[in-house]
C-alpha cells in the first residue's frame, strides 16, 4: 500500500524558513518523480514543485521559484521542501504527491498524503 | 503559460442524475507523441485530493465506471452517469504538462 506522511509544519512567522519532509513507503521510491502541491485555504489547489526520480532535475512554479527548494534522499525514501523567506500567502495546507512516471514532465499524480498545514503569522 | 478553466463554478445534482463539468485549456494538451495530458482528481471534504481519470478518459484503480472523461485538444469534460451521495466534493481540471489547475468545480447533492 501506498502510503505518504508528511510532516515539518507549523505557525511561523513572516521571513522564517521551514522544511517540509514527506516520507513515503509502499512502491519504489527512486522509480517516482514526486511533487509538492498546495492549498490555500477555502482555495483551489495550486503545484509549486516536483523533483524527478533520481533528484537530477527540479521544477517550480513561477510563484515560488528562488524561494523554494525541492530535494529528496531515495536512500531514506523521503521528498523534502524547503520554504523560504516565508510570506503571508505561503499560508496553506501542502500536499506530498507521488507522479506515475518516474519525469514530472506529463506525470499525473496518482497518490497524495494526508498534508501539512504552514500558517504563516506574526 | 496554460490557464485552465472549469465550468460551472458549483452545480446540485439529485442522486441517479448525470452530472458534467467541462474544463478548457488555453492551449491544445495534444502532444506530438500522440497523448493529451488532462487529468480529472476530486477532493471529497475533509480530504486529500484524489487522481480520477489520467490522460483525458483513462480511469485510474479502483474509480467506479460511472466516471468518464472525453474531449480533446483544448476542450475536456467529466461526466457521472448517475450520481451518488459519495461523489460529493470539488473536482479539479489539471493540464499534466505543466502541472497548472483548473478553479474547481464543486458538486453537491440536491
Known amino acids: 500500500e501506498v502510503q505518504l506522511l508528511e510532516s515539518g509544519g507549523g505557525l511561523v512567522q513572516p521571513g522564517d524558513s521551514l522544511r517540509l519532509s514527506c516520507a513515503a513507503s509502499?512502491?519504489?521510491?527512486?522509480?517516482?518523480?514526486m511533487t509538492w502541491v498546495r492549498q490555500a485555504p477555502g482555495k483551489g489547489l495550486e503545484w509549486v514543485s516536483g523533483i524527478s526520480g533520481s533528484g537530477a532535475t527540479t521544477y517550480y512554479a513561477d510563484s515560488v521559484k528562488g524561494r523554494f527548494s525541492i530535494s529528496r534522499d531515495n536512500s531514506r525514501n523521503t521528498v523534502y521542501l524547503q520554504i523560504n523567506s516565508l510570506r503571508v500567502e505561503d499560508t496553506a495546507v501542502y500536499y506530498c504527491?507521488?507522479?506515475?512516471?518516474?519525469?514530472?514532465?506529463?506525470?499525473?499524480?496518482?497518490?497524495w498524503g494526508q498534508g501539512a498545514l504552514v500558517t504563516v503569522s506574526s | 503559460d496554460i490557464l485552465m478553466t472549469q465550468t460551472p463554478i458549483s452545480l446540485s445534482v439529485t442522486p441517479g442524475q448525470p452530472a458534467s463539468i467541462s474544463c478548457k485549456s488555453s492551449q491544445s494538451l495534444l502532444h506530438s507523441d500522440g497523448k493529451t495530458y488532462l487529468d480529472w482528481y476530486l477532493q471529497k471534504p475533509g480530504q486529500s485530493p484524489q487522481l480520477l481519470i489520467y490522460?483525458?478518459?483513462n480511469r485510474f484503480s479502483a474509480v467506479p465506471d460511472r466516471f468518464s472523461g472525453s474531449g480533446s485538444g483544448t476542450d475536456f469534460t467529466l461526466k457521472i452517469s448517475r450520481v451518488e451521495a459519495e461523489d460529493v466534493g470539488v473536482y479539479y481540471c489539471?493540464?499534466?504538462?505543466?502541472?497548472?489547475f483548473g478553479q474547481g468545480t464543486r458538486l453537491e447533492i440536491k
Open positions: 490522460e483525458v478518459s
Open positions: 489539471m493540464q499534466s504538462i505543466q502541472h497548472t
Open positions: 504527491a507521488k507522479a506515475d512516471i518516474v519525469l514530472m514532465v506529463f506525470a499525473s499524480f496518482d497518490y
Open positions: 509502499g512502491f519504489s521510491f527512486g522509480s517516482y518523480a
